[in-house]
């Protein structure tokens, strides 16, 4: 397996073990409940690396350092 590969292939089987766990029930927002679980994970870790330091974390992701920052609060870092 491709590096390139792992990630999809990680998001892929954790969403078919969600759904065989759920047993039959209904399911709604699906997406919504993917993106914040991967983004979350992503910007924890990406931190972790930068050792707390927000402007390189920022730089790491790509994005602004206000967007990170509002994610962050968005889910409780700060």
Avoid: C
């Avoid at 602004?64 to 962050?72: E, F, G, P, S, Y």
Wanted: no cysteine.
């Amino acid at each position: 397996m491709s590096k390139q590969r792992d990630l999809p292939d990680a998001v892929k089987h954790s969403i078919e073990t969600y759904f065989k766990d759920l047993e039959g029930e209904s399911v709604h927002r699906v997406y919504d409940m993917v993106i914040e679980s991967v983004e979350k994970a992503l910007i924890e870790e990406i931190l972790s690396r930068a050792r707390g330091n927000q402007s390189e974390a920022a730089q790491i992701l790509g994005i602004n350092r206000n967007t990170l920052r509002a994610k962050m609060k968005k889910y409780k870092f700060l």
